[in-house]
């Protein structure tokens, strides 16, 4: 695999072959590279878990992360983003890992020598993510031929529910999409149902965070009002099936998606989905860097 842009780039067969080894790799059943393998990681945009776990993922590997912080390199000069992956090729990366906040930015880096691992882009995909989440719930049950899925929240902005969606269907899942009016996206071809009603039947419910650092929330919802009406609460989490489990990419706006008490119940693998960040990435980082001696 030369880069890994967005779950379309994936097969069926390369998705479960990635799963399958990141859950053997959280067995501990893997080796570092031999062979010493450097990885910048250029985070454009704010992140916690995706860029820490990649850091710990590289870390595991034998991988060294070479720092990068954009606030004090030549981006504040007007350097290019071609310009700048370009340079660190030179310097002599393996790879690029990527987290920007223009949707489709890898369509600038035609011509660049190295692989690039796209770790968010704007409100396009997130692969990563996506695979974490299918190997949160291939963990789970096993299987994703006719799981209902659904998935809730700003799935306009998501780039979360477009990988996943993607992914999910291929696989055999059955997904729907739940969100207020303004926030669905019409161009998916996926059906939307009203959250109330899908939770009896649905094994996954995906919760996304309100992005408000998108757009202006708070002059149409109140924290309140957003969890009574399309969040998780007491009542709605009480209505779900017994199997079933609680799903958000994280980082919860807590009272918000999810009521606060609920975020780390019984249903709710939100941690886990943490957790397994750091070996789907692994698998990812193996994907691409080559086979680990």
């Not at 993607?166 to 969100?179: D, H, I, K, P, T």
């Not at 919860?252 to 943490?274: A, D, H, P």
Request: hydrophobic residues 40%; charged residues 25%.
């Amino acid at each position: 695999m030369d880069n890994l842009l967005s779950m379309d780039h994936l097969s069926k067969e390369d998705i479960m072959r990635i799963i399958k080894r990141a859950l053997q790799m959280k067995a501990g059943n893997f080796r570092p590279f031999q062979e010493r393998k450097y990885i910048a990681n250029l985070f454009f945009e704010n992140s916690t878990r995706t860029k820490t776990s990649f850091e710990m993922a590289e870390s595991k590997l034998n991988i060294t992360s070479i720092p990068f912080d954009v606030n004090y390199s030549s981006v504040s000069k007007g350097e290019t983003l071609y310009d700048t992956c370009k340079t660190i090729e030179a310097l002599g990366a393996d790879a690029l890992v990527i987290r920007h906040a223009e949707t489709e930015y890898y369509g600038q880096l035609v011509g660049l020598g190295i692989p690039v691992i796209n770790a968010g882009d704007g409100s396009g995909s997130h692969p990563t993510q996506s695979l974490l989440d299918l190997m949160t719930i291939y963990d789970k049950f096993g299987t994703f031929k006719n799981l209902n899925i659904v998935i809730a929240g700003d799935i306009v902005h998501s780039r979360v529910a477009h990988s996943n969606q993607q992914a999910l269907e291929r696989l055999g899942a059955n997904v729907r999409f739940s969100a207020p009016p303004e926030w669905i996206d019409h161009g998916m071809g996926v059906p939307y149902v009203n959250l109330d009603e899908a939770l009896g039947e649905a094994d996954v419910i995906m919760l996304l965070r309100v992005q408000h650092e998108r757009h202006d929330v708070a002059a149409r919802f109140t924290r309140e009002a957003y969890n009574r009406d399309y969040g998780m609460n007491r009542e709605r989490y009480g209505r779900m099936k017994e199997s079933a489990i609680m799903m958000h990419p994280a980082p919860v706006n807590r009272g918000v998606e999810i009521s606060e008490e609920l975020v780390e119940s019984e249903k709710s693998v939100i941690f886990e989905q943490m957790k397994n960040g750091v070996f789907a990435r692994m698998s990812v980082l193996q994907e691409i860097l080559g086979s680990v001696e």
